[in-house]
């Protein structure tokens, strides 16, 4: 699946020029950004500002001269996607970089990205910048902050701060302090104030990578993301990575203070045979709606902005969905069971979405309640699965994290979301108790219509 890629959750428009400083493994990063660019049939140009080594996989280009680069890399470009450019090859294998007034001609001209290492760390997770760091181009589209998750919890001392003396200047910390969640948010506010200064209409990104490294990276990553949101001028979101995995982007949140720092979408699943009933169950009629309108209505109504209804082809509540506004996706295997339903409601959520919720359409007396409740208690820790519970008893619909997607991805067959979630730790999990029984009822055969319509008139379930 895509949502969890670098490229996806920063949503580039190309040819872009993008710059990386901070520490923390901006290579790795940079490196896994140009793949996922070149994977979707992007031109990217890698080079510095600064100094790097060269990638040993990919061209290399030195020439001092602007009009030679440019000749040379038109041609390159013609039947390759990707190169690395420097002025000249440094004693000890490093390359030496351009001026950043030179990066936005080398885009202009080659119709490519450029993406810039601005800085240099000495493979620290963390650190200060001299007066002439970092060195980003005043052009930058987009310019990424990286601190290393191996800082957190480690001392102020110069075997893991790079500029150290730096560092404690703009902090204000003492040395042996030390590194909590409050001053990883301090050095990224000081880092965009940085940014800010040199690429002024550049959009911001802040990024603590390595997040395998973190014992408890939801709760890390939300104390975090509290401290960025009280500033006025701030990041455009903050993001965990894990710049070698298979899916980098864990963890990505908003920071706007109006508004949630996790997103979450809604998928509801209405691809079933209806075949206990006899006819189709989510056109049947409860009041003057149908019980997929219901439900859908009562998703809604928690506030929930992004949708997805996922149905069999042709469906005959096709048209109905689409009237109201929903994203429809019609699942043309939905035969095979529910696992390719959530899966092709998976690959339609937002893209800034980090949790999704899975609801049932023949629950239409699931309540709005139910719906934000989930949300809510969610962004406070961000376990990677919240549901709710009935006198003990465990229903739906049910909130996905986004770090279990693949695993979700992975099912096949009538496999659900349980199959996921019987794998995770008590400590891994949430729940918010309920006195609604309607979490554990769904409609299947026409006694389950009868029984929903007699409580529908008594409203013994709202």
């Not at 950004?33 to 070149?38: I, K, P």
């Not at 493979?123 to 200060?128: H, L, S, V």
């Not at 390719?340 to 609801?359: E, H, M, P, R, Y």
Request: charged share 20%; aromatic share 6%; proline share 6%.
């Amino acid at each position: 699946m895509k949502h969890l890629s670098i490229d996806r959750s920063l949503v580039i428009n190309v040819p872009a020029i993008i710059a990386f400083y901070g520490a923390g493994g901006k290579t790795t990063l940079m490196l896994k950004l140009a793949n996922e660019m070149t994977a979707l049939g992007h031109k990217v140009l890698l080079t510095t500002t600064t100094k790097i080594f060269s990638p040993p996989e990919i061209p290399l280009f030195c020439d001092h001269n602007i009009e030679h680069k440019v000749q040379s890399l038109q041609e390159h470009f013609k039947h390759s996607d990707t190169a690395v450019l420097g002025k000249k090859m440094l004693p000890g294998g490093k390359i030496e970089g351009l001026e950043p007034a030179s990066i936005e001609y080398l885009r202009n001209k080659l119709a490519v990205s450029v993406l810039v290492e601005a800085d240099g760390a000495k493979k620290m997770p963390i650190k200060g910048h001299a007066a002439y760091e970092p060195v980003l181009p005043a052009s930058s589209d987009l310019i990424i902050s990286l601190i290393g998750a191996d800082a957190l919890g480690a001392a102020l001392t110069p075997a893991s701060v790079h500029r150290l003396k730096e560092y404690l200047q703009v902090t204000g910390a003492e040395e042996g302090d030390l590194i909590t969640e409050k001053l990883i948010a301090d050095t990224f506010k000081h880092m965009f104030r940085i940014g800010r200064n040199q690429a002024p209409r550049a959009r911001i990104f802040s990024v603590l990578n390595k997040a395998d490294l973190l014992q408890k990276p939801g709760p890390s990553a939300l104390k975090i993301a509290k401290f960025l949101c009280k500033e006025h001028n701030r990041p455009e979101r903050f993001l965990l990575t894990e710049g070698t995995g298979l899916n980098p982007v864990t963890i990505t949140l908003n920071l706007d203070p109006e508004e949630h720092f996790a997103s979450v979408s809604c998928v509801v699943l209405a691809a079933g045979e209806s075949s206990r009933m006899g006819r189709a169950k989510l056109s049947l009629r409860s009041g003057n709606k149908t019980i997929l309108e219901q439900t859908l209505t009562q998703a809604a109504g928690s506030g929930l902005k992004d949708i997805v209804v996922v149905t069999g082809p042709e469906s005959p509540c096709s048209e109905t969905i689409k009237a109201s506004g929903f994203k429809l996706v019609e699942n043309p295997i939905y035969k095979t069971g529910m696992a390719s339903s959530l899966k092709a409601g998976l690959n339609a959520v937002d893209i800034t979405a980090q949790g999704v919720i899975f609801a049932l359409a023949d629950q239409p007396q699931v309540p709005s309640e139910i719906y934000s409740s989930l949300y809510k208690k969610y962004n406070t820790h961000l376990s990677l699965c919240t549901f709710p519970v009935y006198r003990g008893q465990r229903g739906n619909p049910a909130l996905f994290d986004r770090r279990l997607w693949p695993d979700l991805m992975n099912l096949s067959g009538d496999q659900g979301g349980r199959a996921v979630l019987n794998n995770l730790r008590d400590d891994q999990i949430d729940c918010i108790e309920t006195n609604t029984p309607a979490v554990l009822l769904d409609i299947d055969s026409p006694e389950d219509y009868l029984f929903y319509l007699s409580y529908l008139a008594s409203s013994q379930l709202f």
